[in-house]
């Protein structure tokens, strides 16, 4: 008819990406265990690695083995808890910023630790 527009609507379509992060062998087979069933020196690994993996290299830092120990022995198995949420959920940011082994000292408790214990107990 003249005068008339026949309107056509495209259909969205959602869009969605997916990424694969390779992790190492040794990570795959502690993220499949129960977190009481890790000890002080898989969580060590597991946050050394995902710092890595996440951050890229990092600066050494001379306490980074006394700060993991002192994070297992405040939290233990909840201490894995900690580790995995911010990497598995966070992407390795917390508040904006990469998470570096200094997160997990005793001073960064009250606003990373205690905050992602927090909003595991919230789900």
Request: negative net charge; aromatic residues 8%; proline residues 7%.
């Amino acid at each position: 008819m003249p005068g008339t527009a026949q309107l056509s609507q495209a259909s969205p379509q959602l869009t969605t990406t997916v990424t694969v992060e390779p992790v190492s062998d040794r990570i795959a087979e502690l993220t499949a265990r129960e977190p009481e069933l890790w000890s002080a020196a898989d969580l060590s690994l597991f946050i050394t690695e995902e710092i890595a993996r996440h951050a890229g290299p990092q600066l050494p830092c001379a306490q980074a083995q006394a700060i993991l120990e002192q994070f297992w022995a405040r939290y233990g198995a909840r201490g894995v808890l900690i580790a995995r949420r911010v990497f598995e959920v966070h992407r390795g940011f917390w508040l904006g910023a990469p998470v570096t082994v200094r997160r997990f000292e005793p001073g960064q408790d009250e606003y990373f630790a205690g905050r992602l214990l927090d909003e595991i107990a919230a789900e």
